[in-house]
């Protein structure tokens, strides 16, 4: 998936002293999760921090109720965050990474020739395919969003094209790619799991990604075509091709840095590693090509890149990135994952995991209790790994006992664990995707 090292995936103990949590006491804080989630959004128009704070300290109150400490609630918390240190830190880095890129000309580069090369027509179903390939080869689609996927959200704002399509065509290929390639950590939990095959995990989940990529590249094409250029797209793109090449200069050594980046993605060298080394990269690129000083490259790390061409549309496209402005994204994460360690450490999850079980009379109603939970997860624990780890746990011997090969389970888990992940805004994929493309 997102380059998280699965040694740092273990779930929350749910060991303390207090009494096991009581099925309507384990949605009290999911409740109160989504009616403050509601109201705020909604009607306030505000922002999501705060809301899943408040429902962290209800999932705290709860856990107090069944005879919790202080100390092992905060435990819990900690717990919880500590999960996702991983995807923090390459959040941080990656905030860096565009903030360098951009003020290099790498991104306008590809911008600026992508413009060139791909029609407003078919744009949304050719970068699906393009980021197929990269997540393909590289088993990240955190990767591939922040690379490739950054250039082209520019290149659709250039084609005057809906950006949320242009993300929604990006995360698609993205999490595909990923999903089918054994390079990825996801797809080798899912199974692990399970207890399947790790390529018989592969060959199965072609059952259901395969025509979901279908369907998703005809209506690209579909889209595509009702938002084909017209007289004020080609307008604009034209202004924006005139914009960056009158204030970056481009060399073809300038894709050094994302081949970087992409090459030790695909030699399964860790992601931060990776990712920092296609920073320094773009530094010394924008140092020997744009005329940058040490003071700017830092300036640009930590409060990102701030564009001047003077036309306002393309300085806000490629005004982005920065150390600073990634911490809304971090905070938005740990409050999330404080809630989700909260839930996991009295153990509020397991009771409701398992109450959904009890529904499960035939083979069809326990794949459902399985997405469902797997889903389920997402919102609330919100971590992908979670959502893998905590049903294959719970659901296997159901599977089991049903004669349904592991291979059934595993296909579930990354059907709905991690596809689902980047559709939460408060999960770590759906916090990431949403900054990195820059789209709400």
């Known amino acids: 998936m997102n380059d998280q090292p699965t040694s740092t995936t273990k779930p929350v103990s749910s060991d303390s002293s207090g009494r096991p949590p009581k099925l309507w006491e384990a949605w009290i804080p999911v409740v109160a999760l989504v009616i403050m989630l509601a109201v705020t959004i909604l009607v306030l128009d505000g922002p999501v921090q705060i809301p899943i704070a408040l429902a962290a300290a209800v999932a705290g109150l709860v856990s107090w109720k069944t ?3 202080w100390k092992e609630i905060e435990h819990g918390m900690t717990q919880g965050i500590a999960i996702a240190t991983p995807a923090i830190l390459i959040l941080m880095i990656v905030g860096v990474m565009i903030g360098l890129w951009v003020a290099s000309g790498v991104v306008p580069m590809l911008i600026y020739y992508g413009l060139k090369v791909l029609h407003p027509s078919w744009f949304l179903a050719a970068s699906c395919l393009i980021c197929c390939v990269v997540s393909l080869a590289t088993g ?7 690379t490739v996927g950054v250039a082209l959200i520019g290149v659709g704002s250039g ?7 242009a993300a929604g065509a990006i995360v698609s290929g993205a999490y595909f790619g990923d999903k089918l390639s054994p390079l990825s950590d996801s797809t080798n939990l899912a199974p692990a799991v399970a207890g399947a095959d790790l390529f018989e995990h592969i060959r199965h989940m072609m059952l259901t990604t395969a025509p979901a990529l279908a369907v998703a590249l005809g209506a690209y094409l579909v889209l595509g075509f009702f938002n084909g250029a017209d007289e004020g797209s080609t307008s604009g793109m034209e202004e924006l091709m005139t ?5 970056y200069r481009f060399h073809w050594s300038l894709l050094l840095a994302p081949a970087l980046v992409i090459t030790m993605a695909a030699l399964k060298i860790p992601a931060l590693p990776s990712l920092l080394a296609g920073a320094l990269v773009g530094g010394v690129l924008a140092w020997g090509w744009q005329g940058a000083t040490l003071s700017d490259l830092l300036n640009v790390a930590q409060d990102g890149y701030v564009a001047e061409t003077g036309i306002e549309s393309v300085d806000e ?5 920065g150390l600073i402005p990634m911490m809304w994204t971090v905070s938005l994460i740990l409050c999330a994952l404080a809630f989700g360690g909260a839930l996991e450490s009295a153990g509020m999850l397991s009771v409701l995991a398992e109450s959904a079980l009890k529904f499960a009379h035939s083979t069809g109603s326990v794949i459902f209790v399985t997405l469902a939970t797997c889903i389920g997860m997402n919102v609330i624990a919100p971590d992908q790994y979670l959502s893998i780890i905590m049903p294959g746990r719970m659901y296997r011997d159901a599977y089991a006992s049903r004669g349904l090969h592991p291979k059934n389970l595993s ?8 596809l689902s992940s980047p559709l939460v805004p408060w999960n770590t994929c759906g916090a990431y995707m949403m900054t990195t493309l820059g789209v709400h």
């Open 411 to 418: 296909r579930c888990l990354e059907d709905a664990g991690t």
């Open 140 to 146: 990240s689609s955190w990767t591939t969003a922040g």
């Open 159 to 165: 084609l005057n094209i809906p950006l949320p399509m």
């Open 67 to 69: 005879g919790r400490s």
């Open 317 to 321: 496209l490629l005004s982005r990135g």
């Open 243 to 247: 914009a960056l090449a009158e204030n």
